[in-house]
């Protein structure tokens, strides 16, 4: 999936965010989107999911204005080829973690006879695999992560977005899920794209990296 910003603009009412932004983003990249508090990461995260619509300019996947899209059944088959992971989680607390990404699965019409199979193959991935019976409240800190981590991959997306994933994690387990998204970038070409604060991350790994400033409004 090609992933491209042509000229963005987004205000939120008098804060403007972005001004002719330009990005592209090819398919197997992994980049980082740095910046300052407020710079617009996640606002950035947003406009490729669709949850928000840019002011002016495009944001193009596959060639396709994805904010101009009007038919429901169009802008889901986009949504359905990106996986999310956030900072703080967002799983389901009373559904177990294998329901949980079941679930997911559901949503975007799985294939029923192999969401078992699915499951088991992503538990793995991340090393869950004697966890995913287990409900949300029973995990760890970095745990938790791995497990949202399998249930974006479940539905085998050709793009992760990760939102500061390794803000509520300490260094050990943040580096354990740096590790395992390198190895689904290299094996599966899965684009990542992840916000962060971390300059051990930016600075020790060799990725492309978009630095974003603080907005025009800041300052005055
Ligand atoms: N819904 C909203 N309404 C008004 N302003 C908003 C809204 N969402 C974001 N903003 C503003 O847009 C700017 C960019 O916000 P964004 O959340 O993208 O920053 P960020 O780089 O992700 O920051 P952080 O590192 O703190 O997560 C900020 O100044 C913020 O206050
Ligand atoms: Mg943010």
Redesign the pocket.
């Known amino acids: 999936m090609e992933i491209i910003f042509d000229k963005v603009t987004k205000n939120?009412?008098p804060?403007n965010?972005f001004r002719d932004f330009d990005l592209k983003i090819n398919q197997g990249d992994f980049i980082f989107i740095t910046?300052?508090?407020?710079?617009?990461?996640?606002?950035?995260i947003k406009l490729i999911l669709n949850q928000i619509k840019p002011n002016g300019g495009d944001i193009m996947v596959d060639g396709q204005a994805i904010n101009k899209l009007k038919n429901k059944n169009e802008i889901d088959k986009i949504r359905r080829k990106i996986g999310v992971i956030f900072q703080d989680f967002q799983l389901i607390n009373d559904l177990t973690i294998e329901e949980n990404i079941a679930l997911n699965l559901d949503i975007v019409k799985y294939p029923h006879s192999e969401v078992a199979p699915r499951i088991d193959k992503v538990v793995k991935m991340v090393k869950l695999q004697h966890r995913h019976f287990l409900f949300p409240s029973q995990l760890s800190g970095g745990e938790l992560q791995r497990a949202c981590l399998a249930r974006a991959l479940s539905i085998e997306p050709e793009v992760i977005l990760a939102?500061?994933p390794t803000g509520n994690l300490d260094p050990t387990n943040a580096w354990n899920l740096i590790k395992i998204l390198q190895n689904i970038n290299k094996k599966y070409k899965t684009t990542i794209i992840m916000?962060t604060?971390n300059t051990d991350f930016t600075e020790s790994l060799d990725k492309k990296i978009i630095k974003?400033g603080k907005?025009e409004n800041e300052n005055t």
């Not at 910046?35 to 950035?44: A, H, I, V």
């Open positions: 939120y009412g804060i965010v910046g300052p508090s407020g710079s617009g990461k996640s606002t950035l939102d500061e916000t604060h974003l907005n």
